[in-house]
Structure formats: C-alpha cells, structure tokens
C-alpha cells in the first residue's frame, strides 16, 4: 500500500505567510493602479473642461468690440462708479470682472444661399446713398435675416430693435457703451440704437442729427463677462451674481442695451427666477438651484423625480 505524503504544520504555515504576502503587495498594487486610474479620469476631465472653457472665452474675447472693455471693483456695488476701461486697470485684486461688448460675428458670417454665405449685415455705409440724419444705408444688408438670426440665437429675446451700431473710426469713449447702468437714450454716444429695413438703417431713438456716420461699423446686441470666482468672499457683492441675467440696474445685458437679455433654459444655461434662485434646463427638465453668494455653491431639491435624479447628478 502506498503512503501519500501530507504537509507539516511548518510548510502550512510557509504557504499562508507567502501567500499573505502575495495579497499584500498584491491588493496594494491593485489599490494604486486604481488610484492611477481615477487620477488620469480626473485630470482628463478637468483637462477637458479647461480647454472648453478656454475654448469659449477665445471666442467671445475674438469677436469683441476693442474699445469697450472694461474692469470693474466687484467690492463696489454701484455700477455706475465702479468700471474702467482695462488700459486703466489697476494693479490689485478686487478688479475681478472683466466686461466687454461683442459684436454679432454669427450675422457677419451669414446664411447660406447654396452658393456662398451671405452676411445679413454687411458693416459698410454707403455715404453717398445715405440721407441722414433719419437714415443710412447699409449695402447687402437684409434687415428681416439679421433679425431673424439674433431672434433665434436669443432665443426670441431681441431682434434688430434691441441692437446697436458702432462706428469703426467714430467716438470710442468707455463711458459711452452704456456701463453707467442707464439704457441708451440718445445717439451721443458711443453706441447708437437701431432699426433697420431692408438695407436702411434708422435711429431707434432721437435721430443722427449732428453725428459723424463713418463708412464701417459693428453690430452689437449682447455683452459678456468674466468673473473671477476666487475672490475674497467680502467682494461677493449682488453686482456680480446679477451678471447671470437679474433684472434691473445691475444687469449687466440691462446696462448696455435698452432691453436686459435674460438667460433662457435651454441645455447650459441658466435663468434667475428670483434673487439667488436658477433654473437650468437638462434632459428637458427644468432643474431648481438655490445660489448661496456666501461661498459660491449651489444646492438643490433632492427627490426621485426625474428632476430631483439630474439635480443629483449636476450636483456632483
């Protein structure tokens, strides 16, 4: 009969240590594989998101009307006081908004005709055809495709009423953009109201009596604004939480055109229903978020609704 050898205690005891060794260095090489992991889906997404919203900023920045940006003190609540233009800005840390007007580069580049884009503004003045002070003409202009486009792009918020031209060559002074928080009254400024048919151009306001037409200009219906988000929180002031779209003289749309441009809820962006309180449009639902000035977060009703379910996730 033949005997099967068995372990000893001491070879059992070899084989569990070895083991729990294997296991240690084991999992450990696990656990930090694991951690490189999530770090890279971490970093990539903040990448990402980085180059996204440098991507945006360009853009905006790209198309912007030179002469009209400006800084301004975010501890000073008084828009009227508290801009410069960026040539003047100071060197401190309280100048953490930067403002500027964009001029409508999505009209300028056109519709498509089938052959070519046309543009629906064309940014030329025929001073010879014009008949000022009532009216201009502006060649290859077609006022309804202008309209239509700033309608769509607003959301059917403005139109060619709620625009403004600017005279390349013509009165560049900061203070004449409409910062100052009043709507713009008159044609001495820098920015001058508009209605337009066809290829005519009218004031909306006043007339052009007395003002100097150049032969290029920009069209402008919108304003934009970058806010440092790392500032003090003393210099959370209401100004900068009003740049989202509030109603009112802080406004910054409300202080440049005669009309404040709301955000909408469609997908991204966001709408103040009332003081500190948005609305952001995901998935087709309407998601509430509750703004807290204080330290910059926002928070959200929680439930098993659908809503509630996005409220979670956009949370994160």
Known sequence: MRRRKAFTMIELIFVIVVIGIIA?????????????????????????????????ITN????????????????NNNSVTNYRALANAQNNTKETILEWVGYDIDGLRGNWNGTMNIPTWSGFID??????????????????????????????????AQSAIFFIG?????????????????QTLTMHRINAAGSNITPAVSSFSGIDIYEYYQLAWTAYALVWNGAPTSSNTPYATALDGGAGSLSLFGTVLPTPLRSRTNNGQWREDVNNIYTVKADNQDIVFTYNPVNGSFTC???????????????K
């Open 127 to 160: 001073l010879a055809g014009s008949t000022p002070p009532n009216t201009i003409l502006s060649p290859m202009t077609n006022a309804t495709d202008a309209n239509n486009t700033i309608s769509t792009l607003s959301n059917g918020v403005a139109g060619i």
């Open 170 to 186: 013509g009165n560049s002074d900061i203070n004449g953009f409409g910062w100052d928080g009043n709507s713009i009254t008159d």
């Open 60 to 75: 905006r920045l790209q198309y912007r009307i030179k002469s009209s940006i400006i800084v301004r003190d975010n501890d």
């Open 301 to 315: 009703t929680v439930d098993n609704t659908p809503a509630g379910i996005i409220c979670k996730r956009l949370a």
């Open 24 to 56: 240690k260095f084991g999992v450990e090489f696990l656990i930090q594989a694991y951690n490189g992991y999530t770090f890279s889906v971490v970093q990539n997404k903040l990448q990402t998101q980085t180059e996204t919203a440098l991507e945006q």
